[in-house]
């Protein structure tokens, strides 16, 4: 990516071309074949010998040793020649069988006892740990053990030893794929760049103080923490399933899906039912769906209007349905979308667009979602330049304006939504959100190549122009509550209603959650590798802090020297404590954006942090900080 050229000055080189990072515009994407991004990697961080995923059930070494295999779970066969890029292969050679073997004694009570053509001498034991024995299993030694814990997981489903050289060791297991050049001393993950992490369905996108969050199977709940790359645990609730087992009971039936909006719950079952309640699930009339053929996996209700939902459906039978009625009614809008199993279905009713993951992909549509409707939906293939995996779950961001989706293996992808294209969405600039806009502060109209911007009267400066997302600048003299902001785009011309208050503050952050934090003598953005330090000097940048003194000219760089005050009362507070404030200005050399400065105390917590800015009390999005004494 090319950056725009970086200004010295009060904010050195350093931070300047940190900051083109953040007001990058993405390139245009084409509808059939949007500009997906890969959200984290397909691995956890479990604190183990490295990287963990997904359970493999074998691995071998084909005959030399110059490739290694692993099957998954799921049954997908991949290999490696260097040990570090995997792909999928198919029709691999069937694995060599693990020759079973006697042992004068068990190292551990159930544990396998198996021996490998390419060292006989040597026998494994298969248990909790992985263990040797070189004397018949009179002695046993313990491959993996840390103390009373295994460094790669406990459970073992499967060990290789290559041709070529009879110490190295690769073992498979429940989290993954595992190595040792040693003969077992010392062990590393191969798990990087194996695509086998088995996301099931994403709970949330990133917000101010948490990344995005999943839930994968045999490994409860993970968040991506913002600008990470690694999944974590963490703990949270499960996702439906207690209302699951709650409406299975009360239905006497086994429900898979269930979906909530106010007073109005759907249930769908196993056998392809689907029930509605309006008096918050206590009771539900008979289905308003039949069993017809597939298993309902997921339902969406509208969160602003309970009477429309969809519902994705397994089987045979119709995989998207639709009602606009609380159920009354439901009409199958499958028409040209393969007949494949659909796993998850959401949709911006606004706009009338509809995304499905299935077992052949994701898949984009438009049909009415207020009233039923004849007209066919035709489906388009979003994930044509994905790896050909199954889709399990698509969700929104809170704005619309990003979709995400999760690929069986190779974990999360997002894109900006297609739909937008046809119905363009004012965002803040700092964090994508519909927060109000403020005098000064910057805007991304999202799906339109903005060629003029106007309202009440003002011209707003369009600061950036790309066919996915524009930047405009909102003029220090607009006032609210409301504008109509009239955009002249490529695609026509369009009048979108813009919220506009005196001050509205936001914190710039990346796509992936990062904040724009930065130490003020060093001008180093703070992440986990760079923290914060006690007594410490932190540069924010911020939009939406208003009009400033001496009055700036709209669309204008702010200047290198003496950069104009905000003339709002900006506070800045860490975990809900207030930080002495020494500076809140124009970013010199930008537009639109704001500098903050903050001094952190001079004893704190190690660890992360919450910050936020105001502004005449108005808050803005809370953002994570590290910190180190």
């Known amino acids: 990516m090319e950056l725009p050229v970086c200004h010295k000055g009060t904010l050195r080189v350093s931070i300047c071309c940190a900051v083109a990072v953040f007001l990058a515009v993405p390139a245009g994407f084409a509808q059939t074949a949007p500009a997906w991004r890969k959200v984290g990697s397909a691995s956890v961080d479990l604190q183990l010998a490295g990287p963990a995923t997904g359970p493999v059930d074998q691995v071998w070494f084909a005959p030399g040793g110059g490739v290694l295999y692993a099957r998954a779970a799921s049954g997908a066969v991949f290999e490696t020649a260097d040990y570090e890029t995997w792909s999928p292969m198919a029709g691999a050679a069937d694995p060599p069988a693990n020759r079973?073997?006697?042992?004068?004694?068990?190292?551990?009570?159930?544990?396998r006892i198996v021996t490998l053509s390419s060292n006989p001498n040597v026998i494994f034991g298969l248990g909790r740990q992985l263990y040797g024995s070189e004397d018949g299993g009179h002695a046993w030694r313990n491959l993996t053990a840390l103390g009373s814990r295994s460094v790669i997981g406990d459970g073992v489903n499967s060990i290789a030893v290559s041709p070529a050289d009879t110490d190295q060791l690769v073992a498979a297991n429940d989290f993954g794929v595992?190595?040792?050049?040693?003969?077992?001393?010392?062990?590393?993950?191969?798990?990087?760049?194996?695509?086998?992490l088995p996301v099931r369905r994403i709970l949330s996108t990133v917000t101010g103080t948490s990344g995005t969050i999943v839930e994968v199977e045999n490994l409860g709940t993970l968040e991506l923490p913002p600008s990470g790359s690694l999944w974590?645990?963490?703990d949270a609730s499960p996702s439906d399933a207690l209302l699951e087992e709650l409406y299975s009971s009360r239905l006497q039936t086994e429900i898979t899906?269930?979906?909530?909006?106010?007073?109005?719950?759907y249930a769908g079952s196993a056998d392809g039912r689907i029930w509605v309640s309006v008096d918050g699930g206590r009771t539900f009339p008979a289905p308003a769906w039949p069993a017809g053929g597939g298993h309902v996996e997921r339902i969406f209700a509208d969160p602003a209007e309970p009477r429309i939902a969809l519902a994705a459906l397994s089987g045979a039978g119709p995989h998207v349905l639709r009602t606009t009625n609380s159920g009354g009614f439901w009409d199958a809008l499958d028409f040209n979308l393969p007949n494949r199993p659909a796993h998850a279905v959401t949709a911006d009713r606004t706009a009338g667009a509809i995304y499905v993951a299935t077992d052949a992909g994701v898949f984009y549509g438009v049909a009415d979602l207020e009233n039923a409707s004849a007209n066919p939906v035709n489906w388009v293939n979003l994930s044509a330049r994905l790896p050909a995996a199954t889709a399990y779950d698509v969700r929104l961001d809170p704005a619309g304006v990003q979709l995400y989706a999760a690929f069986d293996g190779y974990g999360i992808y997002a894109t900006a939504a297609p739909h937008r294209a046809r119905a363009p969405r004012i965002v803040n600039a700092a964090d994508f959100s519909t927060r109000p806009a403020a005098p000064g502060s910057l805007l991304s109209v999202v799906g339109a190549q903005v060629s003029r911007a106007t309202g009440a009267n003002l011209e707003f400066p369009v600061l950036a122009a790309a066919e996915g997302e524009s930047q405009v600048?909102?003029?220090?003299?607009?006032?609210?509550?409301?504008?109509?902001?009239?955009?002249?785009?490529?695609?026509?011309?369009f009048t979108i209603p813009l919220a506009v208050q005196p001050v509205s503050p936001g914190i710039l952050v990346s796509r992936d959650g990062a904040p724009a934090l930065?130490?003020?003598?060093?001008?180093?953005?703070?992440?986990a590798r760079n923290p914060a330090h006690s007594n410490g000097r932190v540069k924010i940048l911020v939009t939406g802090l208003g009009r400033v003194q001496p009055n700036w000219p709209t669309g204008m760089?702010?200047?290198?020297?003496?950069?104009?005050?905000?003339?709002a009362a900006v506070k800045v507070f860490l975990d809900g404590a207030p930080l002495q404030v020494t500076r809140a200005t124009l970013a010199p050399g930008y537009i639109g954006f704001y500098l903050v400065e903050a001094q952190l105390p001079a004893l704190t917590n190690a660890g992360t942090a919450e910050l936020h800015v105001s502004a005449d009390g108005q808050d803005s999005n809370p953002v994570q900080i590290v910190i180190e004494p």
């Open 473 to 493: 600048q909102v003029p220090f003299e607009a006032v609210g509550p409301s504008v109509g902001l009239a955009l002249d785009t490529a695609a026509g011309s």
């Open 518 to 527: 930065f130490d003020a003598d060093s001008d180093l953005p703070l992440d």
């Open 232 to 234: 974590q645990p963490v």
């Open 257 to 265: 899906a269930v979906g909530q909006s106010g007073g109005t719950v």
């Open 178 to 196: 595992w190595r040792s050049l040693d003969g077992g001393l010392s062990w590393s993950a191969l798990n990087l760049g194996l695509p086998n």
């Open 100 to 111: 079973r073997a006697t042992a004068a004694r068990l190292p551990e009570a159930s544990a």
């Open 557 to 567: 760089l702010a200047p290198l020297e003496d950069p104009p005050a905000v003339v």
